[in-house]
């Protein structure tokens, strides 16, 4: 089984970070996605603004 801690959800709204949130996960929020709150201002763990950017996000997330 995997343990919500080894678990990131990874979304582009404000509906993704607190669905992640709400089953205890840790969230990446992707700032290219449609949102009418400013990806800025969304409560995610980490904001990315390329795919490129995931795996570096990833590395910091589990370091914590």
């Not at 582009?12 to 709400?22: C, F, L, M, P």
């Not at 840790?26 to 949102?35: A, E, P, Q, R």
């Amino acid at each position: 089984a995997i343990h919500p801690t080894d678990t990131i959800m990874v979304g582009d709204s404000i509906h993704d970070v607190e669905a992640g949130q709400a089953a205890g996960l840790k969230t990446i929020l992707v700032s290219y996605g449609y949102s009418r709150i400013p990806h800025v201002e969304i409560p995610a763990t980490a904001l990315i603004h390329d795919f490129a950017e995931l795996p570096q996000a990833i590395e910091e997330i589990r370091k914590k």
